[in-house]
Nanobody, 124 residues
Framework: QVQLVESGGGLVQAGGSLRLSCAAS????????MAWFRQAPGKEREFVAA????????YYADSVKGRFTISRDYAKNTVYLHMNSLKLEDTAVYYC?????????????????WGQGTQVTVSS
């Protein structure tokens, strides 16, 4: 059974950094687009960043542009989210996602596979 497994969440002070990882078990990502979403308490799940597995093309939500970087490691079949200059409003559960085409990668309802989520808490 294919699974996406996130890790790397935790508690960090505002201005700090964290790196999230998403490893696929059961298959390789192939030509899929991969993405990170997040969901804060009481809010809808929102797109954060995406990457084309093959070409490495990236795309970011305006709220994280310049602070977050998405990357991938072929050998480890893993996607990363490097988060710098973290703000209180970045606090959320972060989800790894796959299965949508690139043009729909930001659309929650088009995602076919989700990870279990990892909590990121930014404190003042």
């Amino acid at each position: 059974q294919v699974q996406l497994v996130e890790s790397g969440g935790g508690l960090v002070q505002a201005g700090g950094s964290l790196r999230l990882s998403c490893a696929a078990s059961g298959r390789t990502f192939g030509t899929y687009a991969m993405a990170w979403f997040r969901q804060a308490p009481g809010k809808e799940r929102e797109f954060v960043a995406a990457i084309k597995w093959g070409a490495g093309t990236t795309y970011y939500a305006d709220s994280v542009k310049g602070r977050f970087t998405i990357s991938r490691d072929y050998a480890k079949n893993t996607v990363y989210l490097h988060m710098n200059s973290l703000k209180l409003e970045d606090t959320a559960v972060y989800y790894c996602a796959s299965g949508a085409t690139w043009d729909l990668i930001t659309v929650v309802d088009r995602i076919k596979l989700w990870g279990q989520g990892t909590q990121v808490t930014v404190s003042s």
